[in-house]
Nanobody, 127 residues
Framework: QVQLVESGGGLVQAGGSLRLSCAAS????????MGWFRQAPGKEREFVSA????????AYTDSVKGRFTCSKDNAKNTVYLQMNSLKPEDSAVYSC????????????????????WGQGTSVTVSS
């Protein structure tokens, strides 16, 4: 079993930056990919970014490309989401999630593709 603990959310002004962390513990050898999702009030949870657990390929939703960077620290079993040039529309609860199943093709980007979820961390961007 694997657990996820997120940190790094907060309040920031538009144009500012935040870095979210997602630390995995337990049977991390079972992880195949990690994803970041967000959910704003009254909206559905949406895909933000994903990275292969082994490192390398990443994926981003169009609205964050060029502003957000997903990376992984292998030694710490931690995935990061560096968020730059934040906009008010980026305000949401951000959750990391892991997948334990293999897949083919592009990195998984749907909610149902992930098996274990973190508790979420709130990001508020003021205008």
């Amino acid at each position: 079993q694997v657990q996820l603990v997120e940190s790094g959310g907060g309040l920031v002004q538009a144009g500012g930056s935040l870095r979210l962390s997602c630390a995995a513990s337990g049977r991390t050898s079972s992880i195949s990919a990690m994803g970041w999702f967000r959910q704003a009030p009254g909206k559905e949870r949406e895909f933000v970014s994903a990275i292969m657990w082994s490192g390398g390929p990443t994926a981003y939703t169009d609205s964050v490309k060029g502003r957000f960077t997903c990376s992984k620290d292998n030694a710490k079993n931690t995935v990061y989401l560096q968020m730059n040039s934040l906009k008010p529309e980026d305000s949401a609860v951000y959750s990391c999630a892991l997948r334990t199943r293999d897949w083919s093709g592009r990195l998984p980007f749907t909610v149902g593709a992930y098996d274990v979820w973190g508790q979420g961390t709130s990001v508020t961007v003021s205008s």
